[in-house]
Structure formats: C-alpha cells, structure tokens
C-alpha cells in the first residue's frame, strides 16, 4: 500500500484504492489525516520512512479505537466529526468485503497474500476434528489428494460392518461425485485446490459434475469453451457428459472451435463470415454433415477437409533466448 517510502503522503506514498485522493485538500480522506496529523504531532509532508515506529503503527493500524475530530467541508455542509480511524490494512479488509465491484476486489486482492494459519499449518481445522481418522486419513490428508488418488482410497477402503451401515449413503454420494469430476476430465485437481487457481474451463466443469449429480432436467446450460485447459485425450469424457445431460431432458449451448465438439453436436449454429466486428451473421445451421455441405461456411470447409492448415515443411529457427528466473506461481508480469 506503501510502496515508495521515500515520499511523503503529500506525494502520494500511499497508492491504496480510496485512498490516492488524500493529496486532495478538499477530499475525506485528506481531512482524516489532517486531522490525526493535530492530534498525534506529525506532519503529512515527511518522507513516511521518516515517521517514527508509533506513527507507522498509526497510519497502518489504526487508533485502536480513539477518536479525532475531522473538520470536513463537503458539497453538503461543513461540521466537525468524531472519527476512530480504522488504519490502512482494516479500511481495505473493509472495502473489500462491501464492494460488488470484481475490479475494485481484484484491485484490494493485490495488497493480500494467503499465509498459513500459525496453529494448524494451514490444514483449516482445530486438532480435535483434525484427530478424526477414516482409513487413518484425516479429512485435510484426504482432501490435499488429487481425485484420482481419492478414488484409489475410496476404493481399497476397509469398514467394519456397523461403519459401512453407518457410512453408507455418504460413501455412495462421495463416489458418484468422484466419478463425475473424473468424467469431465479434473482427476488431476485436488478436492483442496482454491477457486481462485482454477482455470474458466475448469471452473465449469466442476459447476457441470455438480449439476450431473443434482439430476435436474428441463434445465437450459450455456457454457463458454468448456475445453479450455482440458488435453484433448479427455475431450471424450467431456462429450461424454455434455451429452449425458442432454439424454436427461436437458438443453446444452456450447459456444466451442473444438472439432470433436462440433462433430458431436445436434446442430451447429455458424456465425461469421469473420472474428469480432467482421462477423456476426448466421453463416449456416444444421448438423456437421449439413454445415460441411455448405459452400458458404469456412467452419465446414475445415471439417470436411477442403481446407487445412498444413504442417509447415521447415520450422523456423529461434534466433535468442528468454530466460525467467525465480518465477513462481502467478508473479510474473508482462
């Protein structure tokens, strides 16, 4: 929030959203610090490194409580008001629990990090649930697995019979939805795995093995380039599904430019006769075989093998090297 701690905050060290507007002599935000500036004795003109330890931990955290008075002059009248300033770090914790705006969280995400709870090592559970075993797995041990390592778990699993009565109808919900999540091609995730990693592909066929193992129908789904970060060996299993929903009484839009997609497809809606401003026509509609007939579909000049990308006969030569160097998860920037 502070990157550059050789300015002061008159010119403008502090780069927080909300807060670029205290160099504004006329903003809230400004008359706040004014206001803390009086009654804690520092000036808003000091370098912040030049701050004292007590008003870092006042800037940063806050008064623990104690009020100021904030003379503030707004478009709706002027008045004084007792404020308890809240610190830097709980004014953007705060923000970003009120905001509805997905710009304004990414934004407040970039000055968080994740860090493991001091006491369970980030496994999420106090000790007691912790102690809880199946198969001599605790529940974090079994989650942390990837799902085909699960499934592998859940299959050599040995019960005595009071624990298989007891267990039973869970046991056969937490298979059927380790099947699924196989089915749609995501044995490699980890039941552990955050939201936030997951590719839009992955993302909706998690959301599609849930809605297989609700066993809705009558229901219209519209899904985006399921494929995405999918290796094409699993494409089957993704037709697999998308069609399975369908035979449930279900409609299934797919907007997709995967071959396999398109060759399974009822019907096939082809907009073009270009990308972006240069499409938007129906060039054809109609089954594979029908859109391939189709003199006037570049998509079916493709399918049918009148046109091709061929392999080119000579591969060009790299003339340089880039080398990244302590790169790690999602830190690198262009």
Same mark, same amino acid.
């Given at each position: ?137 605790? +529940?974090?041990?079994? =989650?942390?697995?990837? @799902?085909?390592?699960? /499934?592998?778990?859940?299959? *050599?699993?040995? !019960? $005595? ?121 129906? +060039?054809?509609?109609? =089954?594979?075989?029908? @859109?391939?007939?189709? /003199?006037?579909?570049?998509? *079916?000049?493709? !399918? $049918? ?30």
């Amino acid at each position: 929030m502070i990157p550059d701690k050789s300015l002061s905050i008159d010119d403008g060290a502090i780069v927080v959203l909300g807060w670029q507007s205290c160099t504004d002599k006329g903003s809230y935000t400004r008359a706040v610090l004014e206001a803390l500036a009086k009654e804690y004795k520092f000036r808003l003109d000091t370098p912040f490194q030049d701050y004292p330890e007590k008003i870092h931990d006042l800037l940063i955290y806050g008064t623990g409580g104690r009020e100021v008075k904030v003379h503030y002059k707004s478009q709706r009248g002027e008045g004084v008001y007792d404020v308890a300033f809240e610190g830097l770090i709980e004014n953007v914790n705060r923000r970003y629990k009120e905001t509805f705006s997905e710009s304004s969280k990414a934004e407040y995400e970039s000055y968080m990090r994740i860090t493991p709870c001091p006491v369970c090592k980030g496994q999420r559970l106090k000790k007691e649930s912790l102690a809880v075993t199946v198969g001599d797995l605790n +529940i974090f041990e079994a =989650t942390n697995m990837s @799902i085909v390592k699960f /499934k592998e778990f859940m299959d *050599g699993l040995k !019960l $005595s019979q009071m624990h298989q009565t007891i267990g039973a109808s869970i046991l056969k919900e937490i298979r059927a939805r380790i099947c699924f999540l196989i089915d749609v091609g995501l044995d490699y995730l980890s039941m552990s795995r955050a939201t936030g990693t997951l590719s839009g592909g992955e993302a909706q066929r998690i959301r599609l093995a849930t809605q297989i193992g609700s066993g809705l129908v009558g229901v219209a789904y519209i899904l985006d380039e399921p494929s995405i970060g999918l290796h094409q060996r699993d494409n089957d299993k993704l037709l697999k599904t998308l069609t399975h929903l369908r035979d449930l009484g279900n409609s299934v839009l797919v907007v997709e430019h995967d071959e396999d997609t398109m060759r399974a497809a009822d019907c096939i809606v082809d907009i073009g006769p270009g990308a972006g401003e240069h499409g938007g026509e129906v +060039i054809a509609m109609g =089954t594979a075989r029908e @859109i391939m007939n189709n /003199k006037n579909s570049i998509t *079916g000049a493709y !399918l $049918s093998g009148r046109l091709k990308i061929p392999v080119p006969a000579e591969r060009r030569k790299p003339t340089g090297w880039i080398t990244v160097r302590k790169a790690a998860e999602n830190n690198l920037k262009t």
